[in-house]
DNA sequence: TAACGTTTGTTATAATATAACATATTTTAG
DNA sequence: CTAAAATATGTTATATTATAACAAACGTTA
């Protein structure tokens, strides 16, 4: 059951302003975003995140360190995500595909590891990169 | 066919420490192993996990900014790598699963965006940590 | 209301990575 | 062979990303 979460009022700043941007934030580039509402510190930008991204509102691009909001309303864990990365223009896009989804849940290690969590991240070009 | 790649004395050096070591090992580890040798700067190391990294011989584990050696010995190019990550003891092990590997290699995004290269990444606790 | 957990604010610093520039070395082509 | 081009090196400085540590405020709940 989808459980509505409540969250501090730093922690509201920055799923806001992740949610409203285009593509993926920098840490600090949400900082600089917010300094007019009274966050000054790294840390309090670290420690929202965190707790965003432990509750499943807010992924992080590994590969970029940077922030995503979810976009799969159902995804209160973030404990099987997939990107999309265009290396050219960096557009990030949230794979939403359940068959992809469900095999790499039911995949296991050789080595008798039982899997928690995955992330997978893709690159390529995206649409309008690859006419360019 | 398996190209025989030479590569400069830096990378030899890096990929050297890299292949010996048990685990995945972070730039600046890497860096103060190599101290004696006489690379002194983390641009040295860098640019050499670059061009190994390109040439397939080794892999950045996204999550954790550290590198490892690749084990595939088929891998020349790094496009398609899947590693298991315990929470716990945080050993890293590169996956080499052909069906999984050619399932993602033939994923394709539904916005029409051709996929070159991913990196997944599976965590959870191996065997080991799951008995303690 | 006291005790506890959580969140905040803040300063400082650690860890990771790249910029920029001067040389040197290796490879390629004429 | 040799000039030009490409690749690799060495070095200093700096940018970027992230955490440590501590004090104070807030909010539950027993």
Redesign the interface.
Known sequence: MAQTQTFSKNQRIVLDIVEKAKGPLKAYSILFNVQKKGINAPQQIYRALDKLIEAGKIHKI??KNAFVACKNSNCEVSKATAF?I??SCEIV?E?S?TK?SK??SK?N???????????????????KC?IK
């Open positions: 590994e590969s999309s265009c290396e896009d794979i595909d992809l095999y790499l995949f290690h050789k080595k008798g590891m039982k899997f928690k969590r995955f992330n997978l991240e893709f690159f390529g070009l995206c649409k690859k």
